[in-house]
């Protein structure tokens, strides 16, 4: 009887590389304009919080909660804040006219303009980072990167023309693109999508 033997075959470890992802592009003057926004978006908060605590002193108010239809939600509270003393059940509106309570420069001015800024979330700077996640990716830029270091180099500037600019993206097929002040920067669609 024979026996065999088996050659053991060495097989290599996996090696898994772990990929940081690497910065693309900031556009830090979009996500200033959204900061902006934001805080106007609490400033105004703000504002109609004081406005409603000077009116329904006794209450607390999520300025939140009053929307989609703030009008109807103040009326609401009117009629809940004098519920004691109206014997004859008028709505919210009589009893604001009767108690001279003047909503209307709020809903008109400050109301209406967080309305508009209500669904916003506040901005960071991730949400205006474009990123290179994966090794293809990361390749592409790095590519990029080198070209343009190049670039700048050889040429002695940072900044070029629109003319030079058009060339430079003819030849690169659209690798990078114009960025700020007549900049060069990667392009991230080439980089996120191979355009």
């Known amino acids: 009887m024979e026996t065999a033997t088996i050659k053991k075959q060495e097989i290599p470890a996996m090696e898994t590389a772990t990929i940081k992802k690497q910065e693309i592009h900031f556009d830090q003057h979009v996500y200033e304009l959204y900061l902006k926004k934001w805080e ?3 400033v105004l908060k703000k504002a109609i ?13 999520n300025v939140d909660s ?3 239809h703030p009008e109807q939600n103040i009326y609401k509270l009117v009629g809940k804040q004098f519920v004691q003393s109206n014997p004859m ?14 909503f209307a420069p709020l809903l008109n001015n400050e109301m209406f303009e967080y309305g508009k800024l209500i669904d916003m979330k506040k ?3 991730a949400d205006f980072t474009d990123y290179a996640e994966t090794p293809e990716e990361v390749e ?5 990167r080198n070209f343009l270091k190049a670039l700048n180099n050889l040429s002695g500037k940072n900044t070029y023309t629109m003319h030079e600019t058009q060339q430079i993206y003819s030849l690169t097929k659209n690798a990078l693109k114009g960025g700020r002040n007549s900049t060069i920067m990667p392009n991230k669609d080439f980089i996120k999508n191979g355009i």
């Open 40 to 42: 106007q978006r609490t």
């Open 123 to 125: 901005p960071t700077k």
């Open 89 to 102: 059940g008028l709505s919210g509106y009589k009893l604001a006219e009767i108690k001279e309570m003047n």
């Open 140 to 144: 592409k830029l790095n590519d990029c």
């Open 49 to 61: 919080q004081h406005k409603l605590e000077q009116f329904f002193p006794a209450m607390k108010i």
């Open 66 to 68: 009053l929307y989609p």
